[in-house]
């Protein structure tokens, strides 16, 4: 059974830096294409940021580029996302993805707030 577990959240002040974790046990981490959403109060799970397998391609919101940053170790089966310069507007609920296969997997998500 694959299981994903979201750390790093908090309340940040504008223009602060967090990084999300997101341990993966279970599986073949390495193999899996892996992907941050995020959910604010009020609106729908969107995609933020997306990594391929051997993280050799990446993809961004276009309101998070040049501020976001995903990553993945494949050694510590652990998905990151390093947010820059924070907005209020980033405040929501983080969750992390994998995919392997057609099978998605979802953990149950961070809390992100931005103080102004």
């Known amino acids: 059974q694959v299981r994903l577990v979201e750390s790093g959240g908090g309340l940040v002040q504008v223009g602060g830096s967090l990084r999300l974790s997101c341990g993966v046990s279970?599986?073949?981490?390495?193999?899996?294409?892996m992907a941050w959403f995020r959910q604010a109060p009020g609106k729908e799970r969107a995609l933020v940021a997306a990594?391929?397998?051997?993280?050799?391609?990446?993809y961004y919101a276009d309101s998070v580029k040049g501020r976001f940053t995903i990553s993945k170790d494949n050694a510590k089966n652990t998905l990151y996302l390093q947010i820059n310069n924070l907005k209020p507007e980033d405040t929501a609920v983080y969750y992390c993805?994998?995919?392997?296969?057609?099978?998605?997997?979802w953990g149950q998500g961070t809390q992100v707030s931005i103080s102004s």
């Open positions: 990594i391929n397998w051997n993280g050799s391609s990446t």
């Open positions: 993805r994998a995919e392997d296969r057609g099978k998605v997997y």
């Open positions: 279970g599986g073949t981490f390495s193999t899996y294409v």
